[in-house]
């Protein structure tokens, strides 16, 4: 049979390991997985998707060719909860259909030398037992590919058949997925996001963790342009595409780092910003129901991130503060930016409120009295309520996530 065409029905099999060791919440992750699939998949031909025996079944519309086939198995690899992706097929149960199947599911497997058969059934209703498929099947193979060699110790390819219920799934190509846990298994987080290589990356890590990811950016709005605000929507575009943003808050900021700017010695003045930010994080936090702020902060990578000054702003805030960075090497991170692809994005230039007002040698070792002694002297509270009043909201799409009802929300 020709590369790109099929009479058997195309599927993509996810595969899930973590989920399945939650015990009793299993089935509410297998949904929540499913919803986050189903979501991710409306741009093609898709016909249903459903849960089979542990496994997450995407069957595909008739007529779909190969290569689209691959593309809905990459785009499936990339939602937080995929453990594998398998592309191959659906057929009847029968061990004729069944070896023809696997025949065409190798054939679109790529380069192989070697192969062998894993057949299992999950119900004795069928009579014919995983040993004799592997063998009925094995032999159906070998004649259809005399010059590949049948091997049962690592074989360059594993041609699996699954009996499950009244069908049978066959498939050869599996692709590694990121792993994790759905999006909206782990609840809600707000994410500070800059225009920067690391806090998409962060944010991401907490979204394959299973939280819900509310993003805030602080602009340097009206003092700057609102450059940094279409690099953060063009981040978030990538994050939405499997599932991993829910919204993001921009804060036009720049006013408020005017005025500590001006009454704050320059030393603190980052670190008064910061704790000003994490307060408005907060705020948000509460109004979303998130339980946790998250950052790309990496130890050591910039003055405001030595074990003094992160200590100096966590004491701004009551919830726990989250940074999933902060033992990975800046060249780790940039790697998992290109792989993300927000690298290109977030290496574009733009002034943002890290830009502003910056003092030419920030305090590296900050004492939280002489913080709390130059913050007393600010209006800090009144500036949170205004500040909070004045965000702008955009929405992208994450099916696991519902806005406060008092929020109208808009793109
Ligand atoms: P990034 O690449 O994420 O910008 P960075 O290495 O530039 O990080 P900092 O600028 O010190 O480091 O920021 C540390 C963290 O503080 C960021 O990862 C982000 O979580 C948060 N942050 C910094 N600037 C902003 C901003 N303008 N809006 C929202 N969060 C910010
Ligand atoms: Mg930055």
Redesign the pocket.
Known sequence: MRKGTSVFQRICLVHYHEIGLKGHNRSSFEMRLLKNVEAMLDAYSIVTVRRISGRICVFIKEGTGYETACEIADKLARIPGTARVSCGYKTERDIDEMGRAAACAMREAGEFASFKVAARRNHTDFAIDSMQMNQLIGSILCDAFPEKAVKMKDPDLKVCVEVVESSAYVYARSIRGVGGLPVGSSGRVM????????????TWRMARRGAICI??????RPQTSSA?EYL?DDIAQVLEQTGCIARVYV?P?GDYQREIAGSVPPGLR?IMY?RL?FKV?EALAAREKAGAL?????LG?????TLENIAATDAAVSMPVFRP?IGTDKQE?IEQAQELGTFDI?SEDAP???TLFMPRSPETHAKLSAVMEAESKLPIERWIAEIVESVEVRDYRCPAYKSPKDRTSRR
């Open positions: 994410c500070l996001l800059s225009s920067g290589i690391d806090s998409p990356v962060s993003g805030v950016h602080f602009s340097g940094s953060v804060v900021f980052v910061r930010m994080a998250v950052t790309g902060e990496s990578q910039v003055a405001s991130q960075l991170i977030s943002d409120c890290c």
